[in-house]
């Protein structure tokens, strides 16, 4: 990575342009050039997103395990028609070519299999089934009102962590 | 009845799903954003206790964006709190209620079951297995899987990715075995 820093940090400039590790969605490829408050559409993002996964009860505890026990189809539909919606607009951009907002060409990161997606995939599975919440609604939860899930939040953290500092050893 | 008591009412899935799956064009469009969100688990420890683990050791400055989002997912459970709550209790499955019951669960006021996941639970074996051990493995194998429900199932394999598609029967798989088999173990604690 070449770290020349030559615009001054409150710019939130992106200087990087070295192509990021293929196999991890977890950066931003794009090119952030806009002054930092532009950034503020990422938070009303979020605040739709977060009103739409509380109003499904895509948070709630019950309807998850509904899910797991097979006793809903709720859950099922909700993910299986968002995957379908994702589907076609990514075909859609794909086959028109859709720019970004700033003219930018939309980039989409592949992944490579490693066998963290079965091993990491089945622990997630089980954490899931324990609280009742997977990463986004964690922190619709807290918003919502149940406080307590900070504590499940920071642990996440923690799980985050000892993930990154055990990476290397892991199969 | 109002527009406001209509949208208080729980969202279909046929609503909720597809409004879901629009997140990921609109944030590539925006900006040119993989939709995920296990993903600020990273950022977070990355900008506050890197300790020089590698992995950790990365510009997350620049996925502000993804740490924005979340604050929203945040802000926008707690409007819906505020302004757009369902009088309601939750309308779960009879068998779950039955199964519940048998647990001492039986309040469906809120979207958690406020007699597990309260601050006092934290002091009982069942509250802290449910909290903070679930917490850490949603933590743990979202990361070692590379993605959570968000990056994997909606993201990946909006996108095709064969991985993704792995990763996602492989956390529905552990969800299965673990809410059938373990569950019931851990809630009669």
Same mark, same amino acid.
């Given at each position: 990575?070449?770290? /020349?820093? /030559? +615009?001054?940090?409150?710019?939130?400039?992106?200087? $990087?342009?070295?192509?990021? #590790?293929? $196999? #991890?969605? $977890?950066?931003? /490829?794009? &090119?952030?050039?806009?002054?930092?408050?532009?950034?503020?559409? +990422?938070?009303?993002?979020?605040?739709?997103?977060?009103?739409?996964?509380?109003?499904?009860?895509?948070?709630?505890?019950?309807?998850? &395990?509904?899910?797991?026990?097979? &006793?809903?189809?709720?859950?099922?539909?909700?993910?299986? #028609?968002?995957?379908?919606?994702?589907?076609? #607009?990514?075909?859609?951009?794909k086959k028109f070519n859709i720019k970004t907002v700033s003219g930018e060409k939309i980039s989409l990161p592949k992944k490579t299999f490693h066998k963290g997606q079965i091993y990491g995939g089945l622990i997630f599975g089980f954490g899931w089934a324990m609280t009742g919440a997977c990463p986004g609604p964690l922190y619709a939860q807290i918003g919502n009102g149940a406080t307590v899930v900070v504590v499940s939040l920071l642990s996440a953290v923690a799980g985050t962590w000892v993930y990154g500092y055990l990476s290397d050893k892991l199969p | 009845m109002s527009f406001i008591d209509w949208?208080?009412?729980? %969202?279909?899935?046929?609503?909720?799903?597809?409004?879901?799956?629009?997140?990921?064009?609109? =944030?590539?469009?925006?900006?040119?954003?993989?939709? !995920?969100?296990?993903?600020?688990?990273?950022?977070?420890?990355?900008?506050?206790?890197?300790?020089?683990?590698?992995?950790?050791?990365?510009?997350?400055?620049?996925? =502000? %964006?993804?740490?924005?989002?979340?604050? !929203?997912?945040?802000i926008g459970g707690f409007l819906v709190a505020l302004f757009l709550s369902d009088p309601q209790p939750v309308q779960i499955n009879p068998k779950l209620a039955e199964e519940l019951s048998s647990y001492g669960i039986s309040n469906y006021q809120s979207l958690v079951p406020v007699e597990v996941f309260n601050w006092p639970a934290l002091l009982t074996a069942r509250g802290l297995i449910l909290m903070v051990a679930g917490g850490f493995l949603v933590g743990f194998g979202t990361r070692y899987a590379g993605g959570c429900t968000s990056g994997h199932a909606i993201m990946g394999l909006s996108n095709l990715q064969l991985p993704s598609l792995v990763a996602t029967i492989s956390f529905m798989a552990g969800g299965f075995i673990f809410a059938n088999l373990v569950i019931p173990i851990i809630m009669k604690l």
């Amino acid at each position: 990575m070449t770290n /020349v820093e /030559v +615009y001054p940090k409150t710019k939130n400039i992106n200087t $990087d342009f070295e192509t990021r #590790s293929l $196999d #991890s969605s $977890d950066f931003s /490829v794009g &090119q952030e050039e806009k002054p930092s408050w532009h950034m503020i559409k +990422y938070l009303v993002a979020g605040i739709l997103f977060g009103i739409i996964l509380v109003k499904s009860e895509v948070i709630s505890w019950f309807r998850i &395990q509904e899910m797991f026990r097979l &006793q809903s189809f709720h859950m099922f539909g909700v993910i299986g #028609s968002a995957i379908v919606v994702g589907m076609i #607009s990514i075909f859609l951009i794909k086959k028109f070519n859709i720019k970004t907002v700033s003219g930018e060409k939309i980039s989409l990161p592949k992944k490579t299999f490693h066998k963290g997606q079965i091993y990491g995939g089945l622990i997630f599975g089980f954490g899931w089934a324990m609280t009742g919440a997977c990463p986004g609604p964690l922190y619709a939860q807290i918003g919502n009102g149940a406080t307590v899930v900070v504590v499940s939040l920071l642990s996440a953290v923690a799980g985050t962590w000892v993930y990154g500092y055990l990476s290397d050893k892991l199969p | 009845m109002s527009f406001i008591d209509w949208i208080r009412q729980p %969202w279909p899935w046929y609503v909720a799903g597809p409004l879901i799956g629009l997140t990921v064009p609109l =944030l590539l469009i925006l900006g040119n954003k993989t939709f !995920g969100i296990s993903s600020t688990l990273r950022h977070v420890c990355a900008a506050v206790i890197p300790a020089n683990v590698s992995f950790f050791q990365y510009e997350w400055k620049k996925e =502000l %964006w993804n740490l924005l989002f979340v604050a !929203g997912v945040l802000i926008g459970g707690f409007l819906v709190a505020l302004f757009l709550s369902d009088p309601q209790p939750v309308q779960i499955n009879p068998k779950l209620a039955e199964e519940l019951s048998s647990y001492g669960i039986s309040n469906y006021q809120s979207l958690v079951p406020v007699e597990v996941f309260n601050w006092p639970a934290l002091l009982t074996a069942r509250g802290l297995i449910l909290m903070v051990a679930g917490g850490f493995l949603v933590g743990f194998g979202t990361r070692y899987a590379g993605g959570c429900t968000s990056g994997h199932a909606i993201m990946g394999l909006s996108n095709l990715q064969l991985p993704s598609l792995v990763a996602t029967i492989s956390f529905m798989a552990g969800g299965f075995i673990f809410a059938n088999l373990v569950i019931p173990i851990i809630m009669k604690l």
